[in-house]
């Protein structure tokens, strides 16, 4: 089994800052890649950004050069630091875990963004 718990959301302003965590925890060796989907009112969710377990990062074209994904692996967390955010941003925030082919997901942290 593996947990993931993610932090960090909240309310900020256009053009704000926010920080998510995801704690990962449990059997979570044989991860392949971490990343984080969002998904808007009446969306699908859709990938933002991955990290490989190599440190390859992808990012979707929307939040290139604002958003970055990172990760200490002596805290067993993967960040996503997101910068100039823009209302079109607000979403659950999902952090999702690749192992051995099987998709894990978080419940999910809230990010509102007002203009």
């Known amino acids: 089994q593996v947990q993931l718990v993610e932090s960090g959301g909240g309310l900020v302003q256009s053009g704000g800052s926010l920080r998510l965590s995801c704690v990962t925890s449990?059997?979570?060796?044989?991860?392949?890649?971490m990343a984080w989907y969002r998904q808007a009112p009446g969306k699908e969710r859709e990938l933002v950004a991955r990290?490989?377990?190599?440190?390859?990062?992808y990012y979707t074209g929307s939040v290139q050069g604002r958003f970055t994904i990172f990760r200490d692996n002596a805290k067993n967390t993967v960040y996503l630091q997101m910068s100039s955010l823009k209302p079109e941003d607000t979403a659950v925030y999902y952090c999702?875990?690749?192992?051995?082919?099987?998709?894990?997901w978080g419940k999910g942290t809230l990010v509102t963004v007002s203009s």
């Open positions: 449990g059997s979570i060796f044989s991860i392949s890649a």
């Open positions: 999702n875990a690749l192992r051995y082919g099987v998709d894990l």
């Open positions: 990290i490989s377990i190599a440190g390859n990062t």
